[in-house]
């Protein structure tokens, strides 16, 4: 059984750092492209950040850019994801996800499997 489980979201004032994890069990992650993506209240779901199997790529949404960092420990079946610099509109529910290879597409419909979500609150 695939489980994505996220956690190490909360609430932070604007300037402050989280680091989000993501740990994954129920299928072969080192074969797994995987993402994080967020979702605001009344807006889409968007990408963040992606990672190839063993980290080799990544990729990134222009807003966050030089702020988060993507990266995965494939002994622990783990993603993380370092925010620093938060703004109030990174305000989001923050999903991960997995997609088996090939690494070639950071889009939603793209994603196979998917955590619950965890929550990042910036306040100004």
């Known amino acids: 059984q695939v489980e994505l489980v996220e956690s190490g979201g909360g609430s932070v004032q604007a300037g402050g750092s989280l680091r989000l994890s993501c740990a994954a069990s129920?299928?072969?992650?080192?074969?797994?492209?995987m993402g994080w993506f967020r979702q605001a209240p009344g807006k889409e779901r968007e990408g963040v950040a992606g990672?190839?199997?063993?980290?080799?790529?990544?990729y990134y949404e222009d807003s966050v850019k030089g702020r988060f960092t993507i990266s995965r420990d494939n002994a622990k079946n783990t993603l993380y994801l370092q925010m620093n610099s938060l703004k109030s509109e990174d305000t989001a529910m923050y999903y991960c996800?997995?997609?088996?290879?090939?690494?070639?597409?950071?889009?939603?419909?793209?994603?196979?499997?998917w955590g619950q979500g965890t929550q990042v609150t910036v306040s100004s």
């Open positions: 996800a997995a997609h088996p290879v090939p690494c070639v597409s950071t889009g939603v419909t793209t994603f196979d499997y």
């Open positions: 129920g299928f072969n992650y080192n074969t797994y492209c």
């Open positions: 990672i190839s199997t063993f980290g080799t790529y990544t």
